[in-house]
């Protein structure tokens, strides 16, 4: 029989985790599986449990929360010798990940992507010894939203990401930037550098419009030193996707990326706190396979 385990943050949608596992673990059985439910209890626990699924040889495993959730999940199969298929029950604040790959946000319809069984390869995106499968940030804002509590996400949703974001933009803050990466480099002042495997990000879904999850590459973004008169017409641009043709965005396709600063900056990656620059990202191209609409 096949075997499939669920991890479950019972934090997560505003602690509405639980009441979905009954259905879950329903479904699975339905199509065959054998089902092991883990619940984590502190911070560590979701990459723990993803690791153990790959060395029991189970055959899928379902990660039920939200992206800090699905990273630590990630975290866990990345690279390993047997790579179980990921399902994601999205329940967290911004879900991007889900929203990239069409998966519903309702539970009930979520879940039943589970029973059809339809499997996509997707690309992630290696940074020191970390991984994730949505964004990396660096800059004054992404380190604001890293401070951002469970209480207040459960609490406020994504508001708690505004609220920590605008407080940033009282005192715009720059930092020298170095990127090298597949076609050349670039060197400047910037107020943010992102790099997307994805087209959704931070609830923007034009964030990187030609990004595909399978298509072998990232999207960086450079925001550069602009007035903070500028930056209400970029996050009107962000909206609409056509701020890649912004000349205060420098934009790239690359496969590899090498960042450096000159200063100690955090990356933020999937909303989780990551390696401190210098860094090097690197696609591993169509690495996980994902239960699909």
């Not at 059985?29 to 153990?52: H, L, M, N, S």
């Not at 290696?126 to 804002?141: D, E, H, R």
């Not at 609490?155 to 708690?160: E, I, K, M, Q, V």
């Not at 100690?264 to 690495?287: F, Y």
């Amino acid at each position: 029989m096949k075997k499939a385990m669920i991890i479950l943050n019972p934090s997560s949608g505003k602690e509405q985790a639980n009441k979905n596992t009954t259905k879950i673990v329903s479904t699975l059985e339905r199509v065959g599986y054998e089902v092991d439910v883990r619940i984590t209890e502190q911070e560590g626990d979701a990459k723990r449990f993803a690791e153990c699924s790959c060395d029991e040889k189970f055959d899928a495993v379902i990660s039920v929360g939200g992206d800090g959730t699905l990273n630590e999940v990630v975290n866990g199969l990345a690279e390993k010798p047997h790579l179980p298929t990921l399902g994601v029950l999205p329940l967290g604040t911004l879900n991007d990940f889900a929203r990239a790959l069409n998966i519903p946000l309702e539970s009930d319809q979520a879940i039943a992507v589970l029973e059809k069984q339809r499997i996509k390869e997707v690309d992630i995106c290696k940074i020191g010894n970390q991984y994730f499968t949505n964004i990396m940030a660096a800059g004054a804002l992404p380190q604001a939203t890293s401070n951002v509590s469970i209480e207040q996400k459960t609490r406020l949703g994504s508001l708690a990401y505004v609220l920590e974001g605008l407080k940033t933009l009282v005192n715009k803050e720059t930092f020298h930037l170095q990127m090298k990466h597949d076609h050349g480099e670039w060197e400047g002042e910037a107020i943010l550098v992102l790099a997307s495997l994805t087209n959704t990000a931070g609830g923007f879904e034009k964030f990187a419009p030609d990004a595909e999850v399978n298509d072998g590459h990232m999207r960086s973004m450079i925001i550069k030193d602009v007035s903070i008169a500028k930056l209400p017409g970029l996050a009107l641009s962000l909206l609409k996707g056509e701020h890649i043709h912004d000349p205060s965005i420098e934009y790239v396709h690359a496969k590899r990326l090498y960042l450096s600063a000159d200063q100690a900056l955090t990356t933020n990656i999937d909303g989780e706190r990551g390696p401190s620059l210098p860094v090097e990202l690197s696609v591993l191209p169509k690495h996980l396979n994902v239960f699909v609409p």
